[in-house]
């Protein structure tokens, strides 16, 4: 069986390479899993991630997964990063798709982060969003 952590990991992988105003600005191969500041013009990194336990319930099938997406761009500012994030902001207002039998109650983007790359060569956003998942009876 998935772990919640993986199956919300490979749902926003899948929505944003899937979503054709992320595409235009950023190629899917550049959709990453991924931990360095990248090189291509324009990245967007999905990896680190928190997952809490929700005891909702006495069968407690239910994870809180707190996922951190990068957004990097090319451009010495922070506005081509700003406008990226809000198009990755409003790719994930609906709720993610998961698999094997995982299902969304909810979901948002809880907060976005815009700081300056120190060498001042890319923008850069950090979005942090927040699932809450169901697991699956077993």
């Avoid at 506005?79 to 798709?97: F, I, Q, T, W, Y």
Wanted: charged residues 20%.
């Amino acid at each position: 069986m998935t772990f919640a952590p993986v199956a919300v990991h490979r749902a926003l992988r899948a929505r944003l390479a899937g979503t054709a105003a992320i595409v235009a600005a950023v190629p899917a191969a550049q959709i990453v899993d991924a931990q360095t500041q990248p090189e291509a013009p324009a990245t967007i990194q999905i990896g680190e991630a928190t997952a809490l336990r929700e005891n909702l319930t006495l069968a407690r099938r239910h994870a809180r997964v707190l996922a951190k997406l990068d957004v990097w761009t090319l451009a010495g500012g922070t506005s081509a990063a700003r406008n990226l994030a809000g198009v990755v902001n409003d790719a994930l207002r609906d709720d993610l798709e998961l698999a094997d039998g995982f299902r969304v109650l909810d979901q948002q983007v809880e907060r976005i982060v815009f700081s300056r790359d120190p060498s001042s060569e890319r923008g850069h956003a950090t979005l942090y969003v927040g699932v809450l998942v169901e697991e699956p009876i077993q």
